[in-house]
């Protein structure tokens, strides 16, 4: 358990040292931050590194999982949840987002899907796995609950817009708000990984010899 976390850890920070990189260097770091999403990065000439970025944070993500489960402390409902923030991580690369130089495309609206299912399932599934754990999931839990009060200005913007008349994407600096949402769910799933690495490994039961002859 602890060496699938531990791998899961390091794949995780690769990828934040990839998304900080995506903001520091040129032609990516001239992106404004307030306004356009992360995902704006991979139309760009640098984009393979979001791309690795991005798998590289499902990879991890998985293999946290894959720690947890072994470990036992996992509902069916959690696993599930929290399999389709990798699975929606995956779809966030695998369809691009909207290139409006070009114009909207079905590609850009699964991307879109994607994203969603992902930014909901990472918080809804550490609240669902929280409520088996003791300490270390009271953490993964906190994790969670901040990770949704992030998402909240979204929500907000999109349900007000029929009657404020802005596009939720104007409503709100989005760019920032998705960067903080993004990072709480980073460190949520790092906390997850802290969960596992905590779980001692189950007893093996010895088997007397006399079964073995």
Known sequence: MKALAGLGVACVIGSLSLYAALHLLPPSAELDWSRRTISQYALMPNGWMFDTATLLLAAGSALILAALHRAGVLSRAALVTLGLWVVGLVGVVWFEKHNWQVGPSISGDVHRVASVVAFLSLPIGALLAARRGGGAARWVALGGVVSLLCFMPILWAVASEPWTGVRWWHAIPLGTV?????????????????????VKEPARRLVPAAELS
């Not at 998705?178 to 905590?198: F, K």
């Open 178 to 198: 998705e960067r903080l949402l993004g990072l709480a769910e980073v460190i949520t799933v790092l906390l997850l990984a802290r969960w596992a690495w905590l």
